[in-house]
């Protein structure tokens, strides 16, 4: 029974990003996607790779490195659609995997599950507010985050099953936060509008990206009235 959960839970995470990653490569759109987010997603993807690298745990692993590569790619369609400018962007990310792949070497698998839960859990809810307040999202999947609430279910309960307190811990706490993305996705689905306008990026195909505040000033200017002369 563990085996079959366990196998679920790879499943699950392994399809957890192909509505993104065919949303992303499909329409060269990045829409309401977080940088932060996958900036963060690259470092703790390194870390859970390593992690289950370091377990022997295939269900661990190849999940991890297929999240990867879709997080490579969509880090690339951020910069490709102008969301950040320099390659540095990505050194935190770099950094952070780095910090957990020594600490799950030196401390083991707690400190490691006690470790990863804030980058991620920061991440989502990074992704959360930018899905509220950004004015379009369409370059956000709702399948990905069914799939990725589902997700942390399933490695909840394998988790508990085997004792691997990392994954434990993990699962248990972003639980909530993947709630919390797949549901601010859902209203703004139904129609709701973003909560806060200010200076947030807009994508214009062939264009750079343009802030929210000047677009709308723009667009005040071509319903004033003509000049006269």
Partial sequence: MINIIAFCAAIVSASISIPQFLLVV???????????TYVIGLGTGIGWLCHGLRLAQINLTWPNMWGLTVTITVLYFLHRN?????????????LLG???????????????GLAVIWPSTFGMIRQGMSVLQTPKV?????????LQVLNQMLWLIWAVSVHETGTMISAAVCLGPAIFVLTARVLRERGMGPIRHGVVPVEHPGSEVVPAEVLARWSGELRSPAHSF
């Fill in 26 to 36: 499909r329409t060269k759109r990045t829409d309401g996607l977080s940088v932060i």
């Fill in 82 to 94: 102008h969301r950040y400018q320099s390659l540095f962007k990505l050194v935190p990310g770099l």
């Fill in 98 to 112: 780095l910090a957990l792949v020594s600490l799950d070497n030196i401390a083991g698998s707690l400190a490691f």
């Fill in 138 to 146: 369409t370059g956000v999947a709702i399948g990905s985050w069914v």
